[in-house]
């Protein structure tokens, strides 16, 4: 299984709601990470989780909470959000350091976030 | 910290061939990657190279040369699909993980 999977695929919330945005591999990779990607921008690196501790938490607003329950999975809690938050939220996974694999990070398919 | 530049648009004709050059400037450099990204969708990985010379995977070819902080993606035989953003990203380690930085991204136009 090489496959990174996200839910939902589309959220629309308001300014004051709580949602969750979720993440799964399956892939035995440990380390784990969110991107926020804005239109026509590349992906700008959020949280890195490794080993399921975080690792790097890019001075990201607190309205952003991640949380790795365990190896496979991967949650990003969102709380009074704003509309400039409106984006593509991607996640990605990628083996730890010191095995093979140079750190290719393979992505999800993405939640587009619209907020109201 | 880390400095990638690549351009940031290309047309090309279907059936030629196009290559997107990437400059960088990094610490820690553990290899670089180029993904294909089309409008809406995930980043697809497409190729990686850590020590310096050309890797060749059908369509694709990438090259590096670690002096000269320089890369470029080959694509031949090109075809309507192809059209799409090409990011040019570098791996570094640290904090126990490994960490991207991405390019800002060549939009490639494929015209027939």
């Known amino acids: 299984d090489t496959e990174v999977t996200q839910t939902p695929k589309h959220l629309v919330m308001g300014m004051t709601n709580k949602k969750s945005l979720k993440c799964e591999q399956h892939m035995g990779h440990r380390a784990m990470y969110w991107y926020k990607q804005k239109a026509k921008k590349p992906p700008e690196l959020m949280f890195v989780y490794s080993y399921e501790k975080l690792s790097i938490n890019e001075s990201v607003p607190s309205r952003f909470s991640p949380e790795c329950p365990n190896s496979s999975l991967l949650n990003l809690h969102l709380h009074a959000l704003q509309p400039e938050d409106s984006a593509l939220y991607l996640c990605?996974?990628?083996?730890?350091?010191?095995?093979?694999?140079?750190?290719?990070?393979?992505f999800g398919p993405g939640t587009r976030l619209t907020v109201l | 910290g880390q400095n990638i530049d690549q351009p940031t648009e290309m047309t090309a004709t279907e059936g030629a061939i196009v290559q997107i050059n990437c400059t960088y400037q990094?610490?820690?450099?553990?290899?670089l990657f180029w993904y294909q990204q089309h409008a809406g969708e995930a980043p697809t990985f497409l190729s990686y190279?850590?020590?310096?010379g050309l890797e060749e995977k059908g369509r694709f070819s990438s090259f590096l040369s670690r002096s000269k902080g320089y890369s470029y993606l080959l694509l031949k035989e090109l075809q309507m699909k192809d059209s799409a953003s090409y990011l040019c990203a570098v791996s570094y380690s640290g904090a126990g993980s490994y960490q991207l930085t991405f390019g800002k991204g060549t939009k490639l136009s494929v015209i027939p």
């Open positions: 190279n850590v020590l310096d």
């Open positions: 990094t610490s820690g450099f553990n290899g």
């Open positions: 990605a996974s990628s083996q730890g350091p010191g095995l093979a694999g140079g750190g290719e990070q393979f």
